[in-house]
């Protein structure tokens, strides 16, 4: 991946203009189409498959008039006086008639008459008028709500002084969700954290302008997706929050590691094609892990909370793409600009060593006496997680709406004169076809309702003008979203055979609190499958990346307790009240519904973030040789003003959204800036380093079985080092199909060679097989490294795949079929293993074969299970040595050619001329001299292989033609 992202990085430096308006004219196209397609957000919550949502579709075919939203008018009567005074009570009738008539309401039921009698007060001192409508909430005309509205105000100046009305209930209980100045104040702090982050007001915009692009983007995806989708007024807003954090958070990676690389000496093309392939990788593995986190929402089974889950995860896509294109470009245009003055002179080729001394004192001191660290840590948290116990979920009402909304009024009068049941009155329903008195099953029914506890009355038990369905509403004692109301649903709902029994009518219990407490118990029973499921992915993707088993045990244990920090600091603010005022929050007994398992997907993401940039400079510092503390001091100053200044950013995005916001969204901001700020700060620069330096050499190991069943996972830009370290070799200027320096595979010996095209080699011995699979691309290596068309192994291993043919003959029916299925479309390399089995006539035509192969340009890597085998195999073939009785000698890695890099993709400017193989050599015009044999002492032993030096990282450079390139040569190799 890093190898991609490299030239991906440079590609975009280098058309920069033309990726920057791209993505202008993406954002000016999809700002068009948002504005043509929008149809609004739905705050309807459905969830298929509950008693409410099939309860609430049954009455919509055969109880239409109770099946749309209502809303309620709420008048309360002068202090002193009763609700039955005459010029009270008929204005009241008056105003119920006249909302009867407005377009969309089927009805408006006065208090004083019919079956609505119980909308009375006790105390005489308000009414309710509730009022129905045919439509559901989103389908409602904006008229008809004003209408409604206008209603409620005519009839306060028509009633006596000191009277007051307020309208409200399901219609007006949510209201959409907008973006205030308080959001504005993270993006001011984001900047001043990145001016002092990077000490350049240039460097510090980028990451902005690509946030703010990437949430444009994002966001008019979403409203234009209205047109054909229902999505909540919550799923922008929350696409907004996390596309700006990632944005800023992932762009800031880059840049960081572009100017460090920039004060090195390194060119500016250079260096953004590095920052993209290295730090960039990062970048993506955490983008992926919020992304999976984030649709793994759907494990719910809630299909509007699967829509937020998708449309978050495609503002972190976005958001990923634009660090990966646009920020490379920009950083073209900025040049040297990045970086202060002092280190944009030719002679300034590298930057005076950089010391944290806070972040040095810091690790120091949590390391000192890691034990005690670790203690005091987990306690601590521990302490903060347990109010989190006393965490409820609900949907959000009129209840959670600003004390100064006609709703909320409306909801307090209600509460404070009537009760707070009345604000969420539950619907029993069933069919009463078979009854012969469907009026007198329905009066029966809710006079027995009445008597069940936690049912403060029944107002309304009907059936419908056909007698084949009844409704009766049932009004807890309990606000809505109490635990009261929540027992009377289950106690209701147990009763069904009761009910069935005694009145042969099949009850269930729905309306909008009930789907409310089904929706929350659906989340709240996904919880469990959700934690298991992002604590397993992180616990694979980081085995996977550190080849380790402490360091992602510790860091989903450190997820964990983040996210039990989160859940008790919220449980603190909106279930206790405490800090409640200050912060803006106006309802205080139960957050959202979906905030938990929201929270947990994005905080998962944002915690593997952390852990890798921590934890990935810890390793690189351990591989180097250090010791395990020093690992971890020096990793940990290495990476820590980056990790800070990401948390930090996170936290004012995050943060800003929480004075004064939307209700469905406050809860869910400030569980992600708490969750950020102690992941960041107290579990992954605090115990996590204790946890590692407490574990010492243990910390990096892992069974070699698990090392070798697991696959590779490069996201600190190793392959595209490797790659840099490789551009030199073999030759400038020389052109071969395959090099091979050291190449060790399935227990092979190790195989130096350099087969130019229509070249061949012959490898026997043990593990001939697997090096001939691994020149091909198909094993692994196990040692060294290999060239196949200019493409590093083990680094472009799949790229190498689709330049390598593969002929096992022992497994072909016809082995020359084989060979040609092999070369077919000409890939650089064939790889025959098993032809030393062909016998009689097929050998001459496998051969022949080989032959018309080698002519084409393709190298021949033949695989042989012994010398013998190979010599005979050879024989027929004209175009192919056999190996000597020993193996050949070898220069060693130390004076091979320097490496050079080079694709069919991407081939050098100057092709050096191929030369032929030995084969199709001229005979010499004279004789060759002969010389005298030489003596040599026996050796008992071979001489041990020198090591390769280190090679020094270089910046690729364009292969150039060497003035007296030395001739490449076939040569049949055994390996050593």
Not at 72 to 86: E, I, K, M, N, R
Not at 244 to 259: K, P
Not at 698 to 726: K, Y
Request: proline share 9%; charged share 15%.
């Amino acid at each position: 991946m890093s190898s991609l992202l490299y030239l991906l990085g440079r590609a975009a430096f280098r058309a920069r203009r033309r990726v920057l308006v791209i993505w202008l004219a993406a954002l000016v196209l999809l700002l068009g189409g948002a504005a043509l397609l929008s149809n609004g957000t739905d705050n309807t919550f459905s969830i298929p498959g509950t008693e409410s949502q099939e309860a609430q579709d049954a009455l919509a075919r055969t109880f239409p008039q109770v099946s749309g939203t209502s809303a309620q008018l709420v008048a309360v009567a002068p202090t002193g006086t009763d609700v039955h005074d005459p010029a009270f009570q008929s204005a009241v009738e008056s105003s119920a008639a006249a909302i009867a008539k407005i377009p969309q309401v089927t009805s408006a039921s006065s208090p004083y008459s019919g079956p609505s009698t119980g909308n009375i007060a006790a105390d005489g001192s308000a009414v309710i008028v509730p009022i129905q409508l045919s439509v559901a909430q989103t389908a409602v005309l904006p008229s008809t709500s004003d209408a409604i509205q206008k209603a409620g105000s005519d009839l306060e100046a028509a009633l006596p002084k000191g009277s007051q009305v307020a309208v409200g209930g399901q219609l007006f209980s949510q209201t959409v969700a907008g973006i205030s100045v308080t959001e504005l104040l993270g993006i001011v702090v984001a900047f001043a954290v990145l001016i002092a982050t990077f000490a350049s007001v240039i460097a510090a915009s980028l990451p902005l302008i690509t946030a703010l692009l990437g949430a444009g983007l994002s966001l008019s995806l979403i409203f234009a997706a209205t047109h054909w989708l229902t999505i909540a007024s919550t799923t922008p807003l929350l696409a907004l929050m996390l596309g700006l954090a990632v944005g800023i958070d992932y762009a800031l990676f880059i840049i960081s590691r572009h100017q460090e690389q920039l004060k090195h000496g390194m060119t500016p093309e250079e260096s953004a094609a590095r920052a993209v392939a290295t730090a960039g990788s990062a970048v993506v593995f955490a983008a992926v892990t919020v992304i999976i986190a984030l649709v793994g929402l759907s494990v719910a089974g809630i299909p509007f909370l699967t829509t937020m889950g998708v449309a978050a995860a495609l503002a972190v896509t976005i958001a990923v793409l634009i660090s990966m294109t646009l920020t490379p470009a920009l950083l073209g245009f900025a040049g040297m600009r990045v970086v202060a003055k002092r280190f944009r002179a030719p002679a300034a080729k590298t930057a005076p060593p950089v010391t944290h001394p806070v972040a040095g004192f810091w690790v120091r001191l949590v390391t000192r006496i890691p034990i005690l660290t670790v203690v005091l840590v987990v306690a601590l948290l521990g302490l903060v997680a347990l109010p989190a116990a006393t965490l409820r979920l609900a949907l959000p009402d009129a209840g959670s709406l600003d004390e100064h909304e006609p709703a909320r009024i409306a909801y307090d009068l209600i509460g404070e004169h009537f009760g707070p049941g009345y604000n969420g009155p539950l619907i029993a329903t069933g069919s009463v076809i078979g009854s012969t008195d469907p009026v007198g099953l329905m009066n029966d029914l809710g006079a027995e309702l009445k008597t069940v506890p936690g049912v403060a009355a029944v107002p309304l038990s009907t059936p419908n003008e056909s007698g084949d369905t009844g409704i009766a509403q049932v009004v807890p004692t309990g606000a809505p979203d109490s635990a009261a109301t929540q027992e009377l649903v289950a106690k209701l709902r147990s009763m069904h055979d009761h009910f069935q029994r005694e009145y042969g009518i099949d009850l269930s219990i729905t309306g909008y609190t009930a789907a409310g407490i089904d929706i929350s118990s659906r989340l709240g029973g996904a919880l469990l499958p959700f934690a298991l499921l992002v604590v397993g992915l992180s616990l694979v993707l980081l085995a996977i990346v550190f080849r380790s088993i402490v360091v992602p045990v510790t860091a989903a244990l450190g997820y964990l307790l983040s996210i039990g920090a989160a859940f008790g600091v919220t449980s603190l603010v909106f279930m206790s009240g405490r800090l409640a005022g200050p912060l803006g929050v106006a309802h205080v007994g139960s957050v959202i519904s979906f905030m938990p398992i929201i929270v947990m997907g994005v905080l998962f993401g944002l915690a593997m973030d952390y852990e890798v940039f921590l934890a990935s400079r810890m390793r690189e510092e351990h591989i180097l040789g250090a010791a395990t503390k020093d690992s971890v001091h020096k990793g940990f100053q290495g990476s820590a003003k980056v990790v800070t200044a990401a948390a930090v950013i996170m936290f004012a995005v995050f943060a800003a959204f929480i004075p004064g916001g939307d209700a469905q969204i406050q809860p869910i901001a400030l569980g992600l800036a708490v969750g950020v700020a102690v992941d960041a700060f107290v579990v992954r620069m605090t115990l996590i380093p204790a946890v590692l330096v407490l574990f010492g050499r243990a910390t990096w190991w892992m069974p070699r079985s698990w090392d070798r069943a697991l696959p590779v996972l490069d996201i600190e830009g190793e392959g595209v080092q490797a790659e840099l370290d490789a551009a030199g070799w073999p030759a400038p200027g020389t052109v071969y199909a395959l090099a091979a320096d050291g190449a060790r595979a399935g227990g092979s010996g190790a195989l130096d060679a350099l087969v130019p095209p229509g070249g061949a080699i012959v490898v026997t011995g043990p593990g001939h097989t697997a090096l001939a699979l691994a020149i091909a691309g198909r094993a692994p290596l196990t040692a060294g490294r290999i060239k196949v068309d200019g493409l590093l192994l083990p680094v472009r291993r799949s790229s190498v795949r689709a330049r390598a043919g593969v002929a096992r003959l022992g497994r072909a029916a016809d082995p020359v079929t084989a060979v040609r299925d092999a070369a077919e479309g000409r890939p650089a390399v064939v790889v025959v293993d098993g032809a030393e089995a062909v016998v009689g006539e097929e050998r001459q035509r496998l051969a022949e074969e080989l032959q018309r192969v080698a002519d084409a340009g393709v190298a021949v890597v033949l695989a042989a299970t012994a010398p013998e085998g190979s010599r005979s195999c050879c024989r027929s073939w004209r175009g192919c040595r056999p190996p000597p009785k020993h193996p050949p000698s070898t220069r060693p890695a130390s004076k091979l050619p320097p490496p050079t890099r080079r694709s069919r993709k991407h081939p050098s400017p100057t092709r050096a001329p191929q030369t032929p193989p030995p084969w199709k050599e001229p005979p010499p015009k004279h004789p060759p001299r002969k010389h005298p044999p030489r003596k040599h002492p026996p050796r008992k032993h071979p001489p041990p292989r020198q090591p390769s030096p280190t090679p020094t990282p270089t910046p690729p450079i364009p292969a150039t033609p060497s003035p007296s390139p030395p001739p490449p040569t076939s040569a049949a190799t055994t390996p050593r």
